[in-house]
């Protein structure tokens, strides 16, 4: 296993920390208000970071490298999200909702890699299309 692609796993299986914690703070909170009640989309976004854990397991056990780099999708989308609330608001954020986008798109950077990709095409019982 190339250090390319232990990293991308690494990398997608740490990007599940933040995610989750987001995931717990939104339905605890019932949304991105407060002052409603739990809105019926938060279960949603429990999603991200199974689908984060299954794309960074999906890499590890050499089955390939585009599930973690779409495992982004939902990271960017929680991020526009919660920023498009803040603006909504008129509420500073800073820079702390980026460390859920950080962590994926390290994951992705690594899969995509030219070692990672050459890993996973060599796995044993590929079939190699024709040329």
Same mark, same amino acid.
Not at 19 to 28: D, K
């Given at each position: 296993?190339?250090w390319t692609a232990l ?8 990007a599940? $920390?933040p %995610?989750? /914690?987001?995931? +717990?703070?939104?339905? #605890?909170i ?5 002052? @409603? =009640? !739990? &809105? ?5 976004v ?14 590890l056990?050499?089955?390939g490298w $585009?599930? %973690?780099? /779409?495992?982004v +999708?939902?990271?960017? #989308?929680l991020?526009?999200?919660i920023?498009? @609330? =803040? !603006? &909504? ?12 986008v ?7 950077g ?6 990672t990709r ?14």
């Open positions: 296993m190339p990293t991308a796993g690494i990398c997608g299986v740490v599940i $920390v %995610l989750l /914690l987001m995931a +717990l703070l939104l339905f #605890a019932g949304g991105f208000s407060s002052d @409603a =009640a !739990r &809105e019926p989309w938060v279960w949603l429990f999603l991200a970071p199974v689908v984060q854990l299954v794309a960074a397991l999906w890499l056990t050499r089955r $585009v599930p %973690l780099v /779409l495992a +999708l939902p990271s960017v #989308a991020t526009w999200l920023y498009g @609330a =803040a !603006r &909504e608001e008129d509420e500073a954020v800073g820079v702390g909702p980026l460390l859920i950080l962590f994926p798109l390290l994951a992705a690594f899969a995509v890699a030219r070692p050459a890993w996973l095409a060599a796995r044993p019982g590929r079939v190699r299309p024709p040329v």
